[in-house]
């Protein structure tokens, strides 16, 4: 009888958990992800390990003294292949990765031209600063402040006539031996130069692939995490019950939160906030003017769970009643730790380059 009473308690959870009828998608903390997503039926403990031991790995793989390669590309498409069975909407997946093209584009050209590391052939050396500030007068003064100008009068925008003017002024300097008048000069900070060597491309595409996998695994993290699910894995994990409660809380609100956000945004698109071309520091004044309502009604929100609570008689300290969206522990979770135990040998024990092991 015991048997049979636990059985038709372990249906009666399955059957809790079991998402309605023609229901596809599911929102998770930022977006919403498909129901039946592989990289979901993990449990959210052993997903949340293996994410950071894969983390781990590739930070292991993208090390400056002893970059590899072949192993962070490894490493990208098992994080590619996570990222994919996430369940997240083509749509937006697509929109993200677009997104992360000029961070990506950033790092490189970081790690390339301001992180110079020495290697054996050297494909640019171009000196950019001499380690000193000079005060004076010269023509490329006159041509940038007339080109801002110019540009102002003409379409009553600043920002891209600043950056046109200096991009003008640097390439003049740079083709053209123009006279200088100097007034005074002091030494400050040291001299810099752009140096990039056939060692430091193969760390910055190292870096970029490395990150990139990181950012691709955080996400698809994020995508099949809900907060019903969140709380569920603290709740195994037999945290505090105020502890709980207060997460709780916070990533109830922050799903409001996103709700009020869209209701403001599109009130703001039904007042027409976008017929006319507008300007970036317009656009970031938009953001900064939503910061009013939003304050606002988080307030009215926490008001009204405070309100909720005390009208259900809630008490920190009372016993929790059962919680049917805890996720119970499978084989392929303790799979799942069996391969973490794997990737944390890789990240901490004896250094193995895969890329120099290829090459021998």
Aim: glycine share 4%.
């Amino acid at each position: 009888m015991q048997r049979l009473a636990s059985s038709q308690n372990i249906m009666r959870d399955e059957i809790f958990l079991q998402p309605p009828p023609g229901k596809r998608y599911v929102r998770s903390f930022l977006f919403s992800r498909r129901i039946d997503a592989p990289f979901a039926r993990l449990h959210l403990i052993a997903r949340t390990i293996l994410v950071l031991c894969i983390s781990l790995v590739q930070l292991r793989a993208i090390d400056t003294a002893h970059p590899d390669p072949l192993a962070a590309g490894v490493l990208w498409i098992l994080s590619f292949l996570l990222f994919l069975m996430s369940g997240m909407n083509t749509r937006v997946a697509r929109l993200y990765f677009l997104l992360t093209l000029p961070a990506l584009l950033s790092l490189f050209t970081t790690w390339a031209i301001f992180n110079p590391v020495p290697g054996k052939i050297t494909l640019l050396q171009l000196p950019v600063y001499s380690g000193h500030l000079s005060l004076g007068l010269a023509p490329w003064q006159a041509l940038w402040l007339a080109i801002v100008l110019a540009y102002f009068l003409w379409t009553r925008k600043l920002f891209n006539g600043i950056l046109l003017a200096s991009v003008a002024a640097f390439v003049l300097v740079r083709l053209l031996p123009l006279p200088e008048l100097t007034l005074a000069r002091a030494a400050f900070f040291h001299p810099l130069t752009i140096l990039i060597t056939d060692r430091g491309l193969l760390v910055a595409v190292t870096k970029v692939i490395g990150y990139s996998g990181m950012v691709l695994i955080t996400i698809a993290l994020v995508v099949t995490t809900r907060d019903a699910e969140f709380i569920g894995a603290l709740r195994t994990l037999r945290l505090p019950q105020p502890i709980v409660f207060f997460l709780s809380t916070v990533f109830r609100s922050l799903d409001l939160a996103l709700a009020d956000y869209e209701t403001i945004r599109q009130a703001q698109i039904a007042r027409a906030i976008d017929a006319r071309p507008r300007s970036f520091i317009r656009r970031v004044s938009d953001l900064g003017s939503i910061a009013v309502p939003m304050v606002a009604m988080m307030i009215r929100r926490s008001s009204e769970i405070g309100d909720a609570l005390l009208a259900r008689g809630y008490q920190l300290r009372q016993p929790s009643a059962d919680f049917y969206e805890t996720d119970p522990w499978r084989w392929l979770d303790w799979l799942t730790l069996a391969v973490c135990l794997a990737l944390l040998y890789l990240a901490f024990g004896s250094h193995l380059n895969l890329t120099e092991l290829v090459l021998r």
